[in-house]
């Protein structure tokens, strides 16, 4: 028996020792010994004083006290400690035994299990606070974790979701779960629609791999309906920037003259057409309205439209404007060079204003822009390939210069396919009520006005005038008759447009004034207009003390044309 408990003694990962009475070893064990690095031979039989300094065996001897679970560090080792007194029948003391137990490991695992608790914490609040949508299932599929993200995301409540197979959610596509389950591998960004709410979602999914063994697999949702609406809103707004560049339809040009929709018709017919296209008619007739409700009506309408007045800049400008450049290719060129605005207008429309104005030079460029569908930028060799839908526009007459010499003929031909002639407004003055009406209407939302009509006898005034400046001139005119109304008053009358008046008559005074007819004799009608357009031109200026937009206004031109009047007539 002795020997057998010797054996479980040498077994036990207790460390013990035993004294006798007088404080000699009696028990040593195998854990004793691992604990101490000191042989039982060498401790067995010698005072415990000897063997081991700083014991607490002589004062259980002396007291006869009990010490139990004192813990102590030994080193790096932590142990609990239990000492106790042996007492024979009568209560003496007999000896005193110690049991140490090394506690590190455990004493380690409790502060793992703490920080793996910190850890868990921080993770569950991670989890629970995310945005990003995250569900994990086990092995075979089934849903065993979801966060509140995620059933907001999908709109199914966590008992609808946990214990049910990964394809619970799924409205459309395939569970990232279950392939990342078939494959072990991680699936990233596929497109899925999920729950009773339809969300548009990306998902990402990982396996779970636990010592080299699939668990499961964690998936994240990502809604995206916000990014996919938000991108549609963008799209809408971009489209609606483009429409801005090309403002007009032909749901804004008014009329219901018989020639005008004529030529509506004939511009809708051309617009579903590439062919190039000559809007033709005075100033102020509506010309680069009409180019933009043909770009707007083409299939073309969502790319660029530009608009170039071919007569407010010079050659060269017009030329580096038009085609670009090449760095280098004049002093001031900027480095990298230019595109032109033929390149800015690939896949839309570009609207030549003006176009009876171009040098020979350009006019030779602008042919091989229609003959061969490519232009070389100012400076370069390298042809570039386009796609561009011409409009140009002029009020010049073409054929007369092209007879003088100043225009190619062969580029007349070319431009000249689909000629859009645009009656003055003196031939269809059955418009100009409703052009009355339009501009009220445009002139309330920009004034804050609640005006309605005009009255039959200012409407006859109107009438009765040529209007040279078209439609723009009776934009003018009733933009400044409304002006002269009071608040109050919310019909145009005759005492309302006295300007129209004024404007006649200053005109015509300024007219005799200026030009005795007798100095015209012996010149054709065309100086006579010329001198007098100049004169009249130069007293204009003059009145609004060389203030363009004032003075344009007054003469009821756009200030282009008057730019370009001043040029023309060179005055300065
Ligand atoms: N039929 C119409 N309906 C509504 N507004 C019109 C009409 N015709 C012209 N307008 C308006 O008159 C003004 C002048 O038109 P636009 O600039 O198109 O003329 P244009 O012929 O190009 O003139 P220019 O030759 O001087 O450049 C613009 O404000 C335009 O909106």
Not at 159 to 167: N, Q, V
Not at 405 to 424: Q, S, T, V
């Amino acid at each position: 028996m002795r020997r057998e408990l010797e054996v479980i003694l040498d077994s036990t990962y207790d460390a013990m020792i035993a004294v006798d009475k007088h404080g000699i070893i009696t028990l040593f064990n195998k854990a004793a010994e691992r604990l101490t690095g000191i042989d039982s031979k060498y401790a067995l039989g010698k005072s415990v004083k000897e063997v081991i300094l700083n014991t607490r065996l002589v004062h259980i001897l002396e007291t006869g006290d009990y010490e139990l679970n004192r813990q102590q560090d030994l080193g790096n080792i932590k142990i609990i400690t239990n000492r106790m007194p042996v007492k024979d029948e009568n209560g003496e003391i007999i000896g005193a035994v110690a049991v140490f137990r090394d506690v590190t490991d455990i004493l380690d695992l409790a502060t793992q299990i703490t920080n793996l608790k910190e850890i868990q914490s921080m993770l569950e609040a991670i989890f629970n606070s995310t945005q990003d949508a995250i569900s994990v299932v086990d092995q075979n599929g089934i849903n065993v974790m979801v966060n509140p993200a995620y059933t907001e995301l999908t709109g199914l409540r966590e008992e609808d979701i946990l214990g049910k197979p990964a394809t619970i959610d799924l409205v459309e596509g395939q569970s990232v779960h279950m392939e990342v389950l078939a494959t072990k591998k991680p699936i990233r960004n596929a497109r899925l629609i999920v729950g009773p709410n339809k969300r548009e979602v990306i998902a990402t999914a990982a396996p779970i791999i636990v010592d080299g063994e699939l668990r499961g697999s964690v998936g994240v949702l990502r809604d995206v309906s916000e990014i996919i609406k938000l991108n549609k809103e963008l799209n809408a707004a971009k489209q609606i920037i483009r429409k801005l560049e090309a403002k007009y339809t032909f749901d804004d040009i008014i009329g219901q003259n018989e020639l005008i929709l004529k030529a509506i018709e004939k511009a809708k017919k051309a617009a579903n057409t590439p062919a190039t296209v000559i809007l033709r008619g005075e100033s102020g007739t509506g010309k680069e309205l009409f180019a933009h409700a043909i770009h707007n009506e083409s299939d073309r309408k969502f790319s660029q439209f530009v608009r170039v007045n071919c007569a407010a800049l010079s050659e060269n400008l017009l030329e580096s404007e038009l085609f670009g450049y090449e760095e280098g290719a004049f002093t001031g060129a900027k480095k990298g060079g230019k595109k032109g605005l033929f390149e800015q207008a690939n896949g839309g429309t570009i609207f030549l204003d003006e176009i009876g104005d171009i040098s020979l030079n350009t006019q030779a460029k602008l042919l091989r822009v229609l003959q061969e569908k490519e232009i070389v930028r100012v400076g370069g060799t390298k042809p570039i390939p386009i796609d561009v839908r011409i409009i140009t526009a002029t009020n010049l007459d073409l054929e007369k210069a092209v007879e003088e010499g100043k225009f190619r003929e062969d580029l007349y031909y070319r431009l000249n396919f689909i000629p859009i002639n645009i009656p003055a407004l003196r031939y269809r003055k059955d418009d100009i009520y409703p052009l009355v009406i339009h501009f009220i209407k445009k002139f309330n939302q920009e004034y804050g006005r609640r005006i309605n009509d005009i009255t039959k006898e200012a409407l006859d005034i109107l009438k009765k005038h040529d209007w040279p400046g078209n439609v723009r001139e009776l934009e003018n005119v009733i933009g400044r008759a409304i002006i002269n109304m009071k608040h109050c008053e919310n019909v145009i009358d005759v005492k309302h447009i006295p300007l129209i008046d004024s404007y006649i008559k200053y005109d015509r005074q300024n007219l005799v004034q200026t030009e005795d007819i007798n100095d015209l004799e012996d010149i054709t009608l065309e100086e006579a207009v010329s001198k007098l357009e100049k004169e009249l031109i130069t007293k204009t200026l003059k009145k609004y003390k060389n203030n363009k937009t004032k003075t344009a206004r007054a003469l009821g031109i756009s200030i282009r044309s008057l730019y370009y009047k001043m040029e023309k007539y060179n005055i300065n």
